[in-house]
């Protein structure tokens, strides 16, 4: 009986693994290992999600904050599409994505986006943009899509912009025939004065260079009979050929590239410019010509630049700045003169800069001689002003030396060549020096040849 309750336990050890493998979801039964298997694809899944898909549409952008505003800034980060709006921590104001390899804009392209107020598309690659590319950006003001490669676009795909201001879409070889016509109609509602300037077509050839907004839409869809008219475009005379107006400056809404956001600035760099372009806006805030081949700085040059801030001119090989060349620019804060040519700066070409406050003169051929003082009197006058680079080049005997030292010691001579000079014994007279009748003498001596000087007689009064 003893023997037989042992081999009752034995056999009841013996069957509890078994029992515990037929639980769900535990030890090695067949449901248990799908489980698994099913819970760890989903973890995986998860990771995978989480990590992978970041990688593959993060780019490297920069996300700040200004007045309020976030800003997204992907401009040169070789894009070939538009990021996912859960990239961001915030949902962006303002998303930058200048100077990418972005092509076509699909449907939904900005789901997510609905907060932009600003859209900056401007030097990708596009040609084309679907109607439904900009759905749900009802708070859009601004789109630049200038200096692309759209040839046509739809008046559907403006649609979801209601609020849309400020359109940019010059510098696309537009194709001015009639799949264009209901956006040239929308252009030309007086209006969206401010949508699609300075466009023009780039054909047909009866057409290219027209604006735009002069192009009139009713004629673009009439279809000519072909045994009316065999040489087809030849003879046309719906737009008559006319030649394009001469222009004596370039024009800087065609020659620069224009950033609205964060502030307005143009970027007119390494453009071949031999003068500076006329129609910079009022409104710009920066304005880089740098890297240029303008010679010459002429007066009125910036007359409509009345906002500018900074102003760049350096490595121009620059020989002149006439003197009202820089008038108006009441807010200039920032002027970079280095890199030219320069051998001085002539009387009262920086009046004007009454809130300069950096000045680069480096790499110019200064002169010291009695034109530069001009220079160092100013600045002695604005001390606030902080400017580097003004360095004697000639002659030889002051090369390298410093032209404020220069003016100094120029001065520091001039007393002793004008006390040698004098043989009237009371200018000789030290106690004299300085005087009220001194400065009078001295004054009329500049303003008035001595042989056309009248002798002037002195009375005195005694006052009691």
Known sequence: MHVKCLLLASLLLLLLPSIEMKRPGKGRGLRGARHKLTRDRVRGAGRYSRSGSSRLVSPDCSESTESG??????????????????????????????????????????????????????????????EGAFQGLEHLTTLLLQHNRLGTLSEESLIPMPN??????????????CPLDSLIHTLQVPSNRNLGNHARCA?????????????????????????????????????????SPLRSKPDATTSCHTYLFPQIR???????????????????????????????????????????????LSNNNMERIDTASLSGLLHLRELDLSDNSLHFVQ???????????????????????????????WLRLHPVVRHSGLLCRSPPEHTGESV????????????KDRQHSRTDQDQTDPELWNTPLEVQGELEEELEPSHLRVPQKYQIIRLS
Not at 111 to 130: H, K, M, P, R, T
Request: charged share 25%; aromatic share 10%; proline share 6%.
């Open 69 to 130: 505003n976030v800003f997204v800034d992907c401009q040169d980060r070789r894009l070939i599409s538009i990021p996912t709006s859960q990239t961001w921590s915030k949902q962006p104001k303002h998303l930058l994505l200048a100077r990418n390899r972005i092509k076509v804009l699909r449907n939904g392209a900005f789901f997510g986006y609905e907060s932009l107020a600003s859209l900056d598309l401007q030097q990708n690659q596009i040609s084309l943009v679907e």
């Open 164 to 177: 849309l201001r400020y359109l940019r879409l010059y510098d696309n070889p537009w194709n001015c025939l």
């Open 203 to 243: 054909e047909p050839i009866r057409l290219k260079g027209t604006k735009l907004k002069q192009v009139d839409p009713e004629l673009l869809c009439k279809e000519s009979d072909p045994a009316d008219d065999p040489q087809g475009d030849q003879t046309d005379t719906t737009y008559p050929v006319e030649p």
């Open 266 to 312: 143009m970027d007119c760099s390494k453009r071949g410019l031999t003068e500076v372009p006329t129609g910079i806006p009022e409104d710009v805030v920066h304005v880089d010509l740098s890297h240029n081949s303008i010679h010459h700085l002429r007066a009125r040059d910036f007359q409509s630049a009345r906002s500018l801030r900074t102003l760049n």
């Open 347 to 377: 009387y009262g070409v920086l009046e004007d800069l009454y809130f300069l406050s950096q000045l680069k003169l480096g790499g110019n051929p200064w002169v010291c001689d009695y034109s530069i003082h001009y220079m160092v009197y």
């Open 404 to 415: 404020e030292e220069y003016v100094h010691s120029y001065n520091r001579e001039c007393p």
